[in-house]
C-alpha cells in the first residue's frame, strides 16, 4: 500500500493518502476529486545520512540544554529573596 502525495486542483490543499487498489483518493479539506499526483522524494538510509541526522540532533539537543539553564539560571536571578 503505497503513500502518495497529492495537491488538490480545487483549494490547492497538498496532502498524503495511503491508496489501497481500487480506492480513490479525495482531498480531505474539500472532498474533490480532482487532484495531481506529487513527485514524491525517496528516503535514504546509510551510515553517513545517519551520522549526520544523528549530530544534528545533538547540536539541537545541546542549543535548548543551554537555553533552559539560562532561563532557569536568570528565574533564580530574579526570584532571590
Known sequence: MPIYEYECRACRHQFEALVRIGDIPVCPECQSLDLERLISLFAVDSDGSRKLSRDSARRIHSKTRRDKAHAQA????KHEH
Open 74 to 77: 536568570e528565574y533564580e536571578r
